[in-house]
Protein backbone atom coordinates (compact mmCIF):
# COMPACT_ATOMS: atom_id res chain seq x y z
CA UNK A 1 0.00 0.00 0.00
CA UNK A 2 1.45 3.47 -0.63
CA UNK A 3 0.85 5.72 2.25
CA UNK A 4 1.57 9.24 2.51
CA UNK A 5 2.12 11.19 5.11
CA UNK A 6 2.12 15.08 5.28
CA UNK A 7 4.39 17.02 7.41
CA UNK A 8 8.25 16.09 8.34
CA UNK A 9 8.20 16.81 12.23
CA UNK A 10 7.97 14.81 15.06
CA UNK A 11 4.99 12.63 14.77
CA UNK A 12 5.14 12.58 10.56
CA UNK A 13 8.56 11.42 10.64
CA UNK A 14 8.27 9.39 13.35
CA UNK A 15 5.35 7.67 11.52
CA UNK A 16 6.15 7.39 8.45
CA UNK A 17 9.83 5.52 9.50
CA UNK A 18 7.92 3.04 11.41
CA UNK A 19 5.10 2.64 8.47
CA UNK A 20 8.08 2.18 6.24
CA UNK A 21 9.73 -0.26 9.09
CA UNK A 22 6.55 -2.58 9.00
CA UNK A 23 6.60 -2.64 4.79
CA UNK A 24 4.70 -0.03 3.63
CA UNK A 25 5.85 2.44 1.01
CA UNK A 26 5.68 5.65 2.28
CA UNK A 27 6.25 8.83 1.30
CA UNK A 28 6.77 11.69 3.60
CA UNK A 29 6.41 15.27 2.39
CA UNK A 30 6.66 18.53 4.18
CA UNK A 31 6.64 22.08 2.75
CA UNK A 32 9.61 23.36 3.81
CA UNK A 33 12.43 22.57 0.88
CA UNK A 34 15.50 22.84 3.01
CA UNK A 35 14.00 20.17 5.78
CA UNK A 36 13.34 17.74 2.78
CA UNK A 37 16.92 18.28 1.33
CA UNK A 38 18.13 17.33 4.54
CA UNK A 39 16.47 14.50 5.05
CA UNK A 40 16.79 13.38 0.99
CA UNK A 41 20.65 13.64 2.15
CA UNK A 42 19.91 11.40 5.61
CA UNK A 43 20.04 14.02 8.25
CA UNK A 44 17.16 14.41 10.41
CA UNK A 45 15.81 17.84 11.31
CA UNK A 46 15.74 16.91 15.18
CA UNK A 47 16.87 14.03 17.47
CA UNK A 48 14.63 11.03 18.15
CA UNK A 49 16.47 7.78 19.58
CA UNK A 50 16.82 5.43 17.12
CA UNK A 51 15.30 7.25 14.28
CA UNK A 52 17.90 8.13 12.43
CA UNK A 53 18.67 4.42 12.06
CA UNK A 54 14.83 3.64 11.02
CA UNK A 55 15.45 6.46 8.22
CA UNK A 56 18.46 5.30 6.92
CA UNK A 57 17.24 1.60 6.89
CA UNK A 58 13.95 2.14 5.50
CA UNK A 59 15.09 5.44 2.80
CA UNK A 60 18.10 2.50 1.62
CA UNK A 61 15.49 -0.46 0.94
CA UNK A 62 13.01 1.93 -1.04
CA UNK A 63 10.00 2.01 1.21
CA UNK A 64 10.85 5.58 2.69
CA UNK A 65 11.33 9.00 0.38
CA UNK A 66 10.56 12.34 0.98
CA UNK A 67 8.74 14.65 -1.75
CA UNK A 68 6.13 17.61 -1.81
CA UNK A 69 3.26 17.78 -0.40
CA UNK A 70 1.13 17.27 -4.08
CA UNK A 71 3.21 14.65 -5.04
CA UNK A 72 2.13 12.86 -2.01
CA UNK A 73 -1.40 13.65 -2.12
CA UNK A 74 -1.71 12.54 -5.85
CA UNK A 75 0.06 9.04 -5.08
CA UNK A 76 -1.38 8.02 -1.79
CA UNK A 77 -3.72 5.37 -1.31
CA UNK A 78 -4.30 6.57 2.61
CA UNK A 79 -3.12 9.60 3.79
CA UNK A 80 -2.14 11.29 7.24
CA UNK A 81 -1.61 14.56 8.41
CA UNK A 82 1.02 14.81 10.71
CA UNK A 83 1.01 18.78 10.71
CA UNK A 84 0.26 21.59 13.44
CA UNK A 85 1.84 19.85 16.29
CA UNK A 86 2.94 22.24 18.70
CA UNK A 87 6.40 22.34 19.83
CA UNK A 88 5.81 21.86 23.46
Known amino acids: M ?3 VI ?3 YVGLTTAACL ?5 HVLCADS ?3 KLKKLTAGR ?3 FE ?3 DSLV ?8 LQFTSP ?10 FICVGTPPL
Open 7 to 9: GAG
Open 56 to 63: KRNTTAGR
Open 49 to 51: PHL
Open 20 to 24: AEVGH
Open 2 to 4: QIS
Open 70 to 79: TEAIEKGSAI
Open 44 to 46: LPF
Open 32 to 34: DLD
